[in-house]
């Protein structure tokens, strides 16, 4: 069985350093990195700047249906771009309309559809706060998969947690400029104020989330026997 994995550049395959400059800095999206976290092969065909309708205009969506077979499982990451495009992809609107598309023709190839809300990004006030900066698009995620029984991956509530845990200073070593900063490199302008793409560290955080998520949704650990048992029965 593969998980495909269908979204934009914070899902998308690793640049390599192109960005940057420098193979050690790469710019990468979280689905670069679920393969190590999962004995099921991966599939990735998300790209920079991916919206729900640009993904199936440019035929890559056709490319994992091509592809997809009884058992998979297709993985969507969407938002980012999509709240850019406001009047055709309002998230109750196109948004919703193309994710619903999507469900349904993964369904008929008797695949298994999980949605994911978008990574936020790390934005912080000057009090130190952490700005959601998605509107209703994580809402309306979740909205669609209690309606049409689709798994939910929360990476917005996530990662709203592990920056506000690590801190303002701690979590910029998520991103190109914080990991550049720690070893004194400087990046470009560009990079310096990136806080929604991830270098390798932030990529491996928010894969591990989603394969433990897709653990969990497949069973794993639960015909084991509790741990601790024993100690609780004295």
């Given at each position: 069985?593969?998980?495909?994995l269908?979204?934009?550049?914070?899902?998308?395959?690793?640049?390599?350093?192109?960005?940057?400059?420098?193979?050690?800095?790469?710019?990468?999206?979280?689905?670069?990195?679920?393969?190590?976290?999962t004995?099921?092969?991966?599939?990735?065909?998300?790209?920079?700047?991916?919206?729900?309708?640009?993904?199936?205009?440019?035929?890559?969506?056709?490319?994992?249906?091509?592809?997809?077979?009884?058992?998979?499982?297709?993985?969507?990451?969407?938002?980012?771009?999509?709240?850019?495009?406001?009047?055709?992809?309002?998230?109750?609107?196109?948004?919703?309309?193309?994710?619903?598309?999507f469900?349904?023709?993964?369904?008929?190839?008797?695949?298994?559809?999980?949605?994911?809300t978008?990574?936020?990004?790390?934005?912080f006030?000057?009090?130190?706060?952490?700005?959601?900066?998605?509107?209703?698009?994580?809402?309306?995620?979740?909205?669609?998969?209690?309606?049409?029984?689709v798994?939910?991956?929360?990476?917005?509530?996530?990662?709203?947690?592990?920056?506000?845990?690590?801190?303002?200073?701690?979590?910029?070593?998520?991103?190109?400029?914080?990991?550049?900063?720690?070893?004194?490199?400087?990046?470009?302008?560009?990079?310096?104020?990136?806080?929604?793409?991830?270098t390798?560290?932030?990529?491996?955080?928010?894969?591990?989330?989603?394969?433990?998520?897709?653990?969990?949704?497949?069973?794993?650990?639960?015909?084991?026997?509790?741990?601790?048992?024993?100690?609780?029965?004295?």
């Amino acid at each position: 069985m593969t998980i495909h994995l269908a979204g934009d550049s914070t899902v998308a395959p690793t640049d390599n350093g192109a960005t940057s400059g420098r193979p050690d800095l790469p710019l990468l999206g979280w689905g670069d990195e679920l393969a190590a976290f999962t004995e099921e092969p991966v599939s990735n065909r998300a790209f920079g700047g991916a919206t729900t309708r640009s993904f199936r205009e440019q035929g890559d969506w056709k490319q994992i249906t091509d592809e997809l077979r009884p058992g998979d499982t297709v993985v969507f990451g969407f938002g980012h771009n999509d709240q850019k495009e406001p009047e055709t992809l309002a998230a109750d609107g196109g948004y919703r309309e193309r994710l619903t598309a999507f469900i349904s023709e993964v369904r008929s190839a008797e695949a298994r559809p999980v949605l994911t809300t978008s990574v936020e990004r790390r934005m912080f006030t000057p009090e130190g706060a952490l700005r959601h900066s998605h509107g209703p698009y994580p809402a309306e995620v979740r909205r669609l998969g209690r309606e049409l029984d689709v798994p939910v991956i929360d990476l917005n509530a996530f990662t709203l947690w592990l920056y506000t845990w690590l801190g303002e200073r701690e979590s910029a070593a998520l991103f190109v400029h914080g990991a550049a900063a720690e070893r004194g490199i400087e990046v470009s302008a560009d990079l310096a104020k990136d806080n929604t793409h991830y270098t390798t560290a932030g990529a491996r955080a928010a894969a591990r989330f989603v394969a433990e998520a897709l653990h969990a949704l497949d069973g794993r650990g639960a015909d084991a026997a509790p741990a601790g048992l024993e100690m609780l029965r004295k």
